[in-house]
């Protein structure tokens, strides 16, 4: 394997840089050639694929988003995009993929490999968590923080006015983010996807806490099965209709910022060591850090297979609650 490219899919996370970083460096030492697709699935459809060097990726590691930038490929998704995206790795005569991104990321590069022999090694970019084959992804400890201190804020004015105040955070298919986010930030309830029951068991610590406590936080996951942050929060008013309820939904801003020094130390780890397995042939595969070691998970399972909760701090924190 004489020459690789490095590229970054889906939705962007705090680390991605570092990790791109590792990759080219990693290349230069092993003397592989090393080019940069930028856009993501849509930029090897287009062409957009440029060789680096380490000055390219010098004073990046403490930037989030992704110098590579990143896109949503519907493209892609067709077997006539991907043939073109193959013509074009072909012309620069890539002969591995070192793929920066999620569950969607993963499945084109599995596909890829499957129709064109192409073979890939995924590293982990995503701040929900949810990829089978690692306990931590890129940018999901940045993501917890940013939570975490906008929680501490909140916690503020909810004091001074006696509200109620339910914070919504991502995690479209995962609770993850809030259930770290929620207990680090002393909420009194946590509502996510993998937990049923959530908001009979709130306000039974509502009615039970509200006589020597005047005001509460809630963090909600946005793929909560109860609805989101505003549909919870009316429900709740209804039921306590003295309360001064309040909702704020974080979004976006737990993409960006700084990387935290886990999640610069994390990418550059799985960016290393994802050059390292293609060069000594593995393909089709994921890389992690499982109990503080690098594993490497097959992409098929990596996909479908449902990354679990820790129910151990779930039990913890109603413990800690009730």
Known sequence: MKRIAVFTSGGDAPGMNACIRAVVRACVHFNVEIYGIHGGYQGMIENNIRPMTTNSVANIIQYGGTILKTARSKDFMTPKGRKIAYDNLKHHNIDGLVCIGGNGTYTGAMTFEQEFGIPSIGCPGTIDNDLFGTDYTIGYDTAINTAVDAIDKIRDTADAHNRVFFIEVMGRHSGHIALYAGIAGGAEGIFIPEKEHEFEDVCKIYEKKSRTKQFSIFVVAEGETDGHAFDIAKRFQEKFPDTDSRVTV?????????????????????????????????????????????????????????????????????????
């Open 250 to 322: 974080l979004g976006h801003i737990q993409r960006g910022g700084k990387p935290s020094a886990n999640d610069r130390i994390l990418a550059s780890r799985l960016g290393a060591h994802a050059v390292k397995a293609l060069l000594e042939g593995k393909r089709n595969m994921a890389v992690g850090v499982i109990n503080n070691e690098v594993s490497f998970t097959p992409f098929e399972t990596a996909i479908f297979h449902k990354k679990s909760i820790n129910e151990n701090l779930w039990i913890m924190n109603d413990i800690i609650t009730s």
